[in-house]
């Protein structure tokens, strides 16, 4: 297998947006290489942060594909060349698997791509252009990624500030009340994304009414969207008050909180401003209690050397999966000439082939084989 990859690593989003070929295009290409009598399988992955084809060719395959990338891509192969990875046969397969169980991502560990890998996969199943090669490889590269995503923290353990806030909110139960100030800035919108991905929350939003992106809040049915001037009415009901501006003032303070709020109940305050949207002194309430971005920076830390550590037992769980797929692929390939070696081995006697494997093989190979044998007697 070969794979030429265009991603994150070497190309910027200006230059990468080029290749991000829509589903119409993808079937093109695809069947465009099938008609190539130098391609016999091939696999296109296309995301906002890569477009790699996975392909099973002769020597000649090599520049079709690379003229293949230029051409839907709208460069020259002159142009193209600086940002263009390639990968063959052993290390194709090892990047296939990072790829797929997420260490090869921008963000580390994420899921997305495992999806958009088996999307990929379907689409060249539908149109023919996979066969039992990539059939194989591609698999096994998904079942690998499930048992990574099963046996260690890499994709449980968030590094971003927005998601661990999300998060924290979260865990105060189904039907929480969530109130989000900020909700169309950087961080905020990330808070939001992550926050409407779970069900049984009810999420109200405080957004300026000359913000340009109020209408798209609007017209977002998971949200309440109500002005920021109201936002101590909707406060008093919250059970969580998340707030990330890039405002150079309070948009909480102690005073106009105890002026406005009717009820007395427990409030969790997540401040994600610098400088602090919200007024410290608001945890002189009882049952207030406040963290702020300098609690999730250093969480995001911890969980980073753990994502570390999850990466390195992902490359051990890659590469041995990896080594199985080798060996089955050797099999599969054996198969055609079995009924022969049978034959020949009913043949002769296991002296003559101790000593043809002796004076062909590596001492390390051919000790293996010896061990392979004394363990079918159980005299290992």
Do not use: W
Not at 239 to 258: E, G, N, Q, R
């Amino acid at each position: 297998m070969f794979c030429i990859s265009i991603s994150y690593k070497r190309a910027g989003a200006e230059f990468r947006k080029r290749f991000a070929f829509t589903p119409e295009v993808q079937r093109i290409i695809l069947s465009e290489l099938m008609n190539s009598s130098d391609i016999s399988q091939c696999i296109l992955l296309c995301t906002c942060n890569r477009t790699e084809l996975y392909y099973c060719g002769n020597e000649n395959s090599y520049p079709i594909a690379q003229n293949i990338f230029a051409k839907y891509g709208k460069t020259d192969i002159e142009r193209l060349m600086p940002y263009l990875m390639s990968f063959n046969g052993e290390n194709a397969i090892y990047h296939l698997f990072k790829v797929t169980c997420g260490i090869d991502s921008m963000v580390i560990g994420e899921d997305e791509i495992l999806g958009q890998a088996k999307s990929a996969y379907a689409l060249s199943k539908e149109l023919g252009a996979a066969d039992y090669e990539l059939n194989m490889i591609f698999q096994s590269a998904f079942a690998c990624a499930k048992k990574i995503k099963t046996q260690t923290m890499l994709s449980k353990t968030s590094i971003s500030v927005a998601t661990l806030a999300a998060n924290e909110a979260v865990r105060l139960g189904k039907n929480a009340n969530i109130f989000i100030i900020g909700a169309t800035g950087k961080i905020g919108s990330t808070v939001l994304k992550n926050l409407l991905s779970h069900k049984n929350l009810n999420v109200i939003a405080a957004s300026r009414q000359h913000n340009s992106e109020f209408d798209f809040l609007k017209n977002n049915s998971q949200i309440k969207t109500v002005d920021y001037a109201r936002r101590y009415e909707y406060i008093d009901n919250a059970d969580c008050v998340i707030s990330a501006t890039s405002s150079p003032h309070y948009t909480i303070t102690l005073y106009d909180f105890k002026k406005n709020i009717k009820r007395n109940k427990k409030r969790l305050y997540i401040d994600l401003a610098v400088p602090p949207d919200i007024d410290k002194c608001i945890t002189e309430i009882k049952d207030a209690r406040l963290i702020d971005i300098d609690y999730f920076e250093q969480l995001a830390k911890e969980n980073n050397l753990l994502k570390i550590e999850s990466v390195e037992s992902a490359k051990n769980i890659i590469a041995a999966e990896v080594d199985v797929l080798k060996k089955d692929l050797l099999f599969r390939k054996f198969l055609p000439y079995l009924e022969n070696v049978k034959d020949y081995l009913s043949s002769v006697s296991v002296e003559t082939i101790l000593y043809k494997l002796k004076a062909q093989i590596s001492a390390e190979q051919f000790s293996a084989v010896l061990d392979v044998l004394k363990g079918c007697t159980g005299q290992v």
